[in-house]
């Protein structure tokens, strides 16, 4: 049965409260929860709604959670970080009312950590006078493998008011969660196996099964399991992935692409699973174990490698355990070794690339098994097993077709209507005969005559193979061990009716999709009175699902699907408001690292299978400026949104040895050329690429002393600005001329001028103006930046006084602009300005992606500036949005719009509109957070609020948690 979440859980008082104070309003979980006609959850949470007692009043604790986890299992951080949040309980419940009584702020706190079966303490924090309630690091007692841990919050509010955990649950105060460790550093007993040793890919997919007796009294079971390959695991038949819970709050939706994508040549991750329900009690326990090529040993990891051969390692391998837990504490392991028997399945091939090819007419019972065979290697002993600390990929979406037609040749061409990374379903109901073969083929778009265009997906064969068993098949099958990007299907063979001009329930039970993709919680949405900009904004949100698979990806669909670093450190911004990318981006970050040439060279893209970065050679894919930065801005990124410390520390010297090998490299010149890839698709605007790398390299150093002092480490940050003073003088020297010009002249060069301050006072305004005069003049107000270059454009020029031009570049429908793939028919962003255009048809077919989020950078804005959502990020005190800014400059083009973002202490929200001759602004500052709020009118016309005090700045103002609607005038 799929799991999803519903108002369900929100059986008792505290549960919904805690729902509330998470993220949604309990307007629309009392919504929610009339739908399902679940009167428990409505009762439930009506009774939130209910004003308490003013003695009953106190601070509740929601969301809390350890690494960035709801409650983990298998989790090995010896150190592990808690979260949690605060809000009102009470009478200020639905209004965050500034002007009543408190509580608003955390004042206290105090932690205590149990074994969770003996209730064995074994930290108690004491209370700490803070009001943070993020990134709290465990101090207690070291922590044991295997063992389930309690951990429980008390706060404090400004009035010394005492908010305590309910252990009854009758009350609205339980704020008591778990965690359970892994192995913590313990060897494993389990050995990898595999198949007969081989090194070919494109293999049938081997089952393996391994056998436990059965366990009368066994009161808990759980599987620790990882490959180097892909693994899909059952237990007694029962899909574990469909079956069990894991350890992540943010979707109960069944997990795949396990054990995900890391830096193989030096970890992989090992997932934990609560079996407790499928073990047998009475019956022997049958562990089968289906083992693809995956990223491990597909053509992903081969396809650039001389003679395509394997990189990481031949063949896909595994290792499993399976610990069951008996009532007087023993435990019965079952674990991958020799005593494995393994057979060839019905997946007859199956690659991340190429596609699936099941064969259901096997005779799979008919094959005998063979032995396992166990691998041992120093290569593999080097390989750390380490636990799933990322958020898993899941099954997050059901689609269904929105048209089918059927071609004169017979082929079914579906359409989703949405272009997005998943696999698709189908159901034959029995109609073919055995051995019908059925074929689909993806695609994102359509040729003019109707037909799938695939040119773009290079050497991927992205095709669905389906040999069917006649007349007695039921159900559903849907490729278990690839992905495609695609929006439309291509189907041949189909043995009966599909789809007629309406879509009929019978077609949508025939073929669905299921959108495949980390399970990251939304945590922000932005709307505006402009359609084409709503749109896009939705085409960047589908743009990171799509591309948020383990790793944050270029693209999915063509024979790449990698984690370039570009394209992730252009979009972090942006893809930290819609999405809680904390986990995600961590657990990514360790890979980038691990991936770092002896040198310093960070990768252009990671995992880096083809370990380019080490082997740099001059001309492509090792380290690159630009790209290889997201060593630093990534982190970064994660601190100003997260308040994550501890990245920048663990990354620092890191960084540090990225930047002295390129000063090194420069021979004292700081003159740098490592931008292999310049400012990558512009419209034919090109710049040196000394002066992209001299550029971005001055740039990282002055973000490595902003890092440097958030960890309190100053003398590297002089340092630091030291080799920045002396690359701004290399560079000014060598670009710039006597009249203080730039001697290149792009958008992008003056972008970069202006926004890493490379310049005196007159090369500033030159810089300046030219930027100005380009865009609307040359280019009659369009942009001509690549991939460097654009995410900066509307912040530079809104930072320097041209917020009007912003607007009208990012409301610009002609092409290349932002909007016009949305007047396209667009669905996701695309790679180039140029994928498609009415003149010229499809792009460079050798490059030419529909689903590139790089673009999408440009969301932030509309959090940044048109909603002014935005962090305050060299103050300590601030981090992670503890205390933010709120600044929207309103755009004449728009009549409104609104955003929100769930920062890590509670829902920022901010929305305008435009009446007549005034502009209402409402907005929402969390509990327990400050808002430093410049208001987008004089500060003297401001009214007065009980909630804001001006500062001595003048235009600033401060606001207490609350929420406000402020009429105010318009300029
Ligand atoms: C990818 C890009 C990447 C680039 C490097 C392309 O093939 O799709 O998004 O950043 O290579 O130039």
């Excluded at 085409?539 to 944050?552: E, M």
């Excluded at 490379?758 to 003049?777: G, P, Q, S, Y």
């Excluded at 499809?842 to 790089?854: I, P, Q, R, W």
Aim: proline share 5%.
């Amino acid at each position: 049965m799929k799991r999803r979440f519903t108002t369900g859980i929100a059986l008792c008082f505290a549960a919904a409260v805690c729902l509330a104070s998470a993220s949604d309003s309990l307007d629309e979980i009392i919504q929610a929860a009339e739908k399902e006609a679940n009167d428990e959850a409505v009762a439930a949470a009506r009774k939130a709604r209910t004003p308490v007692p003013e003695e009953r009043i106190r601070l509740s604790v929601s969301d809390m959670r350890v690494e960035y986890h709801g409650s983990p299992i298998g989790m090995d951080e010896p150190k592990p970080r808690f979260s949690y949040r605060v809000s009102p309980v009470g009478g200020a419940w639905t209004v965050l009312d500034p002007e009543t009584t408190p509580p608003k702020h955390q004042t206290a706190r105090r932690i205590v950590v149990k074994e969770k079966k003996s209730g064995r303490q074994v930290w108690d924090s004491g209370w700490v006078e803070s009001g943070e309630t993020i990134q709290i690091e465990y101090e207690g007692e070291p922590l044991k493998p295997f063992t389930a841990y309690t951990w429980t919050v008390t706060v404090k509010d400004e009035k010394g008011r005492i908010s305590e955990s309910d252990e009854t649950c009758t009350g609205p105060y339980y704020f008591t969660s778990t965690f359970e460790t892994g192995f913590l550093g313990t060897p494993w007993e389990a050995e990898w196996i595999g198949t007969e040793p081989h090194s070919e890919n494109l293999q049938p997919v081997p089952v393996f099964r391994g056998e436990a007796p059965s366990v009368p009294d066994a009161v808990e079971a759980r599987l620790y399991i990882t490959a180097l390959g892909l693994y899909k695991p059952y237990l007694n038949n029962r899909d574990i992935f469909e079956e069990t819970t894991t350890s992540s709050l943010s979707s109960g939706d069944p997990v795949c692409m396990t054990p995900g994508w890391t830096d193989y040549y030096h970890r992989v991750q090992y997932q934990a699973y609560d079996v407790t329900e499928l073990i047998g009690k009475n019956t022997k326990n049958v562990l089968t174990i289906y083992l693809a090529e995956g990223w491990y040993a597909g053509r992903i990891s081969r396809l650039w490698s001389d003679g395509n051969k394997p990189t990481y390692g031949d063949q896909p391998l595994l290792k499993a355990e399976l610990h069951i837990r008996r009532a007087d504490g023993s435990v019965v392991k079952l674990v991958t070794g020799k005593d494995w028997k393994y057979k060839d399945s019905r997946y007859v091939m199956s690659d991340i690339y190429d596609g699936e090819t099941y064969d259901s007419t096997i005779d799979t019972a008919a094959r005998p098994f063979k032995d396992a065979v166990v691998f041992k290697s120093e290569a593999l002993d080097r390989i750390a097993i380490e636990w799933n600390s990322g958020e898993f990929v899941r099954e997050r979406e059901r689609l269904s077709p929105k048209s089918i037609r059927k071609l004169d040749d017979g082929t079914w061409i579906v359409d989703f209507g949405q272009n997005f990374t998943g696999r698709e379903r189908i159901n034959l109901h029995g109609n073919a005969e055995k051995g019908d073969v059925v074929r689909v083929r993806h695609a994102e778009m359509l040729n003019p005559d109707g037909t799938l265009y695939t040119d773009n997906l290079r050497s991927a064969k992205a095709t669905t193979t389906y040999v069917s068993q006649g007349h007695h098949e039921i159900g559903v099958y849907e490729p278990q061990f690839t992905f495609y990007g695609f929006r439309y299907l291509g189907i041949e063979g189909w043995p009966n009716r599909l789809g007629a001009e309406t879509i009929d329930f019978f077609s949508r039970d025939c073929v669905s999709a299921e959108a495949v993709y980390s399970g990251l919680r939304k945590t922000g949405d932005f709307t505006c009175s402009e359609p084409l900009l709503n749109k896009l904004f939705q085409n960047i949100v589908w743009g990171q699902k799509s591309n948020f698979l383990d790793v944050p990806t270029d693209c999915p669909q063509r024979d790449e699907r990698l984690g370039w670093t570009a394209d992730t450190q252009v979009f972090a911004n942006a893809a930290t408001y819609n999405m809680d990318a904390a986990a995600f981006y961590t657990k990514w970050l360790r890979d980038l690292n691990l991936c770092q040439s002896p040198e310093g060279g960070y990768p252009s893209f990671a995992p880096d299978q083809y370990q380019y970065a080490a082997a740099k050679d001059d001309d492509f894919f090792g380290y690159a400026s630009g790209w290889s930065d997201a060593g630093l801005i990534v982190p970064w990124i994660l601190y100003t949104k997260y308040g994550d410390k501890r990245v920048l520390e663990l990354y620092f010297d890191n960084m540090v040895k990225w930047l002295d090998f390129q000063e090194r490299k420069s021979g004292g010149t700081y003159i740098i050329d490592n931008a292999v890839y310049g400012d990558w698709l512009n419209m034919d605007a090109d710049l040196s690429k000394p002066f992209v790398s001299t550029a971005y390299f001055a740039a990282m150093n002055t973000l490595a002393a902003r890092i440097a002092r958030a960890i309190g480490r100053e003398a590297d940050a002089l340092k630091r600005e030291e080799v920045f003073r002396k690359t701004k003088e290399a560079f000014r020297a060598r670009f710039m001329d006597e009249n203080g010009e730039l001697k290149e002249k792009t958008q992008t060069a003056a972008l970069f001028v202006l926004d890493f301050g490379l310049c005196d006072e007159k090369e500033r305004k030159n810089a300046l103006e030219f930027l100005v005069t380009d865009i609307t003049e040359t280019r009659k107000l369009h942009l001509s930046t690549g991939f460097l270059g654009t995410p900066l454009l509307l912040r530079v020029l809104t930072e320097n006084g041209q917020v009007d031009l912003a607007y009208k570049l990012l409301l610009q429908t002609s092409f290349p602009s932002w909007l016009y793939p949305v007047t396209q028919g667009a669905t996701t962003m695309w790679e180039r300005w140029d994928s498609w255009n009415e003149e010229r048809g499809f792009g460079d077919v050798s490059m030419n992606s529909f689903n590139h989020y790089a673009y999408g950078a440009v969301a932030d804005w509309f959090y940044e500036t048109i909603c002014g959502i935005r962090p305050i990020p060299d103050d300590p005190a601030a981090r992670g949005f503890k205390r933010f800014r709120l600044e929207p400059q309103p755009g004449h083009e728009l009549k409104s719009a609104s955003a929100h973002y769930d920062s890590a202490y509670g829902r920022i929200e901010s929305g305008w509109e435009r009446r007549e001759n005034e502009l209402v602004w409402n907005f929402t500052v969390p509990c327990n957070t400050t808002a430093e709020v410049v208001f987008p009118c004089p500060a003297d016309k401001v009214p007065a609020h009980p909630g804001l005090t001006r500062t001595e700045k003048g235009s600033v103002f401060l606001a207490k948690p609350g929420k406000y609607t402020f009429t105010l005038p318009l300029n």
